[in-house]
């Protein structure tokens, strides 16, 4: 008679991994300071531009959801480094030794890491996009920039920017997996990522600006808007294009993951 094996409890599944990541995140003080700061940077911004605008202002011809949804781009900044400190930082805690001892295929971590990351930061920044629309038309109704949910491409930007944001963050934690510092992942992306783009537009060639509204920051910006913008990718390829952005960084990390001690 032959015995059957049990379920082993402490077996790893992908569930687990993903529980023992959202554990991490969710615990940890920095998580919610820096998504914290984040929503309140969206908020904030958000209701102060519909409490002062003013139709004479010469801000009619802005998009009203980039109007809104300006803080978007100091709250970017915020989730980027939370993506650094999702993995570089268990690297100067030492922590990512115990994730890979308990984990050892390792990429599961990464994977999961990622998995968390995006679920946490695109439901967060897409509530708080709903919730500081809705607000700032309080003030903004009886100007010309008066908008509702209804309206063409609202709701398509305010979900845009929300992944833009999260996309953003994604490559960071891409990054921070990559270089395995915290100082040197957000050396990496300021460089790399925000200056890089705006010095190779000074080169004279047509090519050059076309390639650049599909590096990372242009590309986010344009999915925040419910109308096209001038001179910049439609938001469909923009979204590839970071989704690609991202997808690439993460890859990258995958290899060197399974190739160095940790």
């Known amino acids: 008679m032959t015995a059957t094996a049990l379920p082993h409890p402490y077996r790893v599944t992908p569930p687990r991994v993903l529980h023992s990541e959202w554990h991490k995140l969710r615990t940890l003080r920095s998580s919610w300071i820096t998504l914290g700061l984040a929503v309140a940077l ?75 990351f995006t ?55 891409g990054l921070g997996a990559l270089l395995r510092s915290v100082p040197g992942a957000i050396g990496a992306f300021v460089g790399g990522v925000m200056i890089l783009p705006e010095v190779i537009t000074m080169l004279p060639y047509d090519i050059v600006e076309t390639a650049v509204r599909y590096f ?9 808007s419910s109308t096209p913008l001038p001179d910049a990718a439609a938001p469909g390829p923009a979204l590839l294009a970071l989704l690609l952005w991202a997808s690439a960084t993460l890859v990258a990390a995958a290899v060197l993951l399974r190739r160095r001690d940790a």
Request: glycine content about 12%.
């Open 119 to 173: 679920a946490t930061v695109f439901i967060l920044m897409l509530a708080t996009g709903l919730l500081t629309f809705v607000t700032a038309q309080y003030f903004l109704q009886d100007t010309d920039q008066a908008a509702s949910l209804t309206d063409p491409g609202v709701l398509r930007a305010i979900a845009g920017n929300a992944a833009g944001v999260t996309l953003l963050g994604l490559i960071a934690l």
């Open 42 to 116: 969206v908020l904030g911004v958000g209701i102060a531009m519909g409490a002062t605008y003013s139709s004479d202002g010469g801000d009619s011809d802005v998009d009203t959801v980039i109007l809104v949804l300006y803080g978007s781009l100091l709250a970017s900044l915020c989730t980027v480094v939370l993506g650094i400190l999702v993995t570089a930082g268990e690297y100067s805690t030492g922590l990512i030794r115990a994730s890979l001892t308990a984990v050892p295929r390792r990429l599961p971590v990464l994977w999961a890491k990622a998995a968390v």
């Open 216 to 224: 990372p920051t242009q590309a986010a910006g344009v999915l925040g």
